[in-house]
């Protein structure tokens, strides 16, 4: 039998939790003179999950809230929730899980909300998913095509066909029907990436690197942009749909509250504030 | 066979159109400088459902933002949620449904905010259910006696033991798993009450009138009441929990997002604004 979790996994636990301090790290240098806190947390061995990780939040002056997770942990899924996941009705329920999870919500109507995230997760089978999403409120065409422009880019040395299927997958899942409205202007989203994992690892790894170049200049570009009462009252109607998102579909959040993960890691992605004009 | 819908259904529709004008009518007492804006709507042939309501908004001084909507509709259940309705399948799907609901979020943080509900659905069974709670975010002992007190004795004269059963009802209904909290300090909620349909009907209609006068003193007593900074804050906190609880748990909620019901309607139980801190 193969060893549980996998060599794969070890390697991705250790390449996600320098992530984290990396994007903190690029995070920090645009917003000057702001830290993120740290906060490690841990499961015992009472409860559903064990393993832990680091919740890195910052209110900053560019990123009014914006949380970077890392998590690495390990378990049984109850029953009810196997028929959900590849591979855990054959593993009897044993997973283990690991990843970074980045939603960031800015201050400047002008600068886009981005989630971001990757993941590795293993059963009796094996895989990769992840993604990023660019959710502005004041669109800006040539912002949008430098995003989407640089995610292709990343994602070509991987498969030919993978931005065009990663694009899709995105505007798919992130779309709120009961508004008939795309959350925002997309990016990629991609899971179940079982086949050929030594090159998917390699380009989960790119994804990585290409999310701080895809949305950083952005966030420069617009930061000391002036803004009017107006746009900024935009911005927290816009919020108010990502939290309508977040909590009526997104999966990650539903399945964690069901799950017994960690509340506060889980509802950082919640805007710090919101309309519901 | 039965008539479909029964001579009970057009008396219940006709009773909650009135109580909706009644409500209108009694917290434009308490908001004198303010009027609701009443927008009809009506679903067409084509939809999903048939039939129409009127929803009716108030953006007040001492209601910041409150809709109470009337709506009576029929159609047919698709078959994926029959199993889910009393009667739904041996019903072929069909059924009919009309009610009243408010949700009411005050501006001042010593006015509780209150959610209100009575509705009458058939299919091949034919039930009663509705409820009403409070969620103050600064909660006084005295009012929460009084809510709970005036709810109480409309229960007294339908059945000796329903005020209990209701209470615990409504404790567990309006609670939020994932924080271990509740969503305030309860009220009563009932469901599939089928038996004795026109004592019921009865009970309906005092739980109507009860609710007024279990609420609107408390608004009238509290809302000229000073605060401060911090108190705003806790409630736009406690409003990001109710958030929280009507698109992660309330069935209302995702059930009309679901079978295409009306989402303005559906979604005015959100509040005007709120934070996660």
């Given at each position: 039998m193969d060893p549980f979790p996998s060599p794969l996994a070890a390697a991705s636990a250790g390449y996600f939790r320098q992530l984290q301090d990396n994007i903190i790290k690029a995070f920090e240098d645009t917003d000057k003179n702001h830290k993120f806190i740290k906060t490690p947390w841990q499961k015992g061995s009472q409860d559903l999950l064990q393993g832990g990780g680091t919740i890195a939040l910052l209110h900053g002056e560019v990123f009014e809230k914006m949380g970077v997770n890392f998590s690495e942990v390990s378990g049984t899924f109850p029953e009810a929730f196997r028929k959900e996941i590849p591979g855990a009705e054959a593993s009897g329920g044993r997973f283990w899980a690991s990843g970074v999870s980045l939603v960031c919500h800015p201050r400047n109507p002008h600068v886009p909300a981005v989630h971001f995230n990757v993941r590795r997760i293993e059963t009796s089978r094996t895989w990769f998913g992840g993604g990023t999403d660019l959710t502005p409120c004041l669109p800006v065409e040539e912002d949008t095509a430098h995003f989407h422009q640089t995610l292709e880019d990343a994602c070509k040395s991987y498969q030919p066909d993978a931005y065009p299927r990663f694009k899709k997958w995105c505007d798919e899942y992130f779309f709120l029907p009961h508004r008939n409205?795309?959350?925002?202007v997309g990016g990629i989203f991609f899971d179940?990436?079982?086949?050929r994992p030594e090159e998917t690892f390699a380009f989960v790894q790119a994804v990585g690197q290409a999310f701080l170049a895809a949305y950083l200049p952005l966030a420069e570009k617009h930061k000391d942009q002036p803004f009017t009462p107006g746009e900024k009252h935009t911005q927290l109607v816009k919020r108010g749909r990502y939290a309508e998102f977040n909590l009526l579909y997104d999966r990650g959040t539903r399945f964690g509250l069901q799950s017994g993960g960690n509340v506060d890691a889980i509802l950082m992605?919640?805007?710090p504030e919101a309309r519901w004009p």
């Amino acid at each position: 039998m193969d060893p549980f979790p996998s060599p794969l996994a070890a390697a991705s636990a250790g390449y996600f939790r320098q992530l984290q301090d990396n994007i903190i790290k690029a995070f920090e240098d645009t917003d000057k003179n702001h830290k993120f806190i740290k906060t490690p947390w841990q499961k015992g061995s009472q409860d559903l999950l064990q393993g832990g990780g680091t919740i890195a939040l910052l209110h900053g002056e560019v990123f009014e809230k914006m949380g970077v997770n890392f998590s690495e942990v390990s378990g049984t899924f109850p029953e009810a929730f196997r028929k959900e996941i590849p591979g855990a009705e054959a593993s009897g329920g044993r997973f283990w899980a690991s990843g970074v999870s980045l939603v960031c919500h800015p201050r400047n109507p002008h600068v886009p909300a981005v989630h971001f995230n990757v993941r590795r997760i293993e059963t009796s089978r094996t895989w990769f998913g992840g993604g990023t999403d660019l959710t502005p409120c004041l669109p800006v065409e040539e912002d949008t095509a430098h995003f989407h422009q640089t995610l292709e880019d990343a994602c070509k040395s991987y498969q030919p066909d993978a931005y065009p299927r990663f694009k899709k997958w995105c505007d798919e899942y992130f779309f709120l029907p009961h508004r008939n409205e795309a959350r925002g202007v997309g990016g990629i989203f991609f899971d179940y990436l079982e086949d050929r994992p030594e090159e998917t690892f390699a380009f989960v790894q790119a994804v990585g690197q290409a999310f701080l170049a895809a949305y950083l200049p952005l966030a420069e570009k617009h930061k000391d942009q002036p803004f009017t009462p107006g746009e900024k009252h935009t911005q927290l109607v816009k919020r108010g749909r990502y939290a309508e998102f977040n909590l009526l579909y997104d999966r990650g959040t539903r399945f964690g509250l069901q799950s017994g993960g960690n509340v506060d890691a889980i509802l950082m992605s919640l805007p710090p504030e919101a309309r519901w004009p």
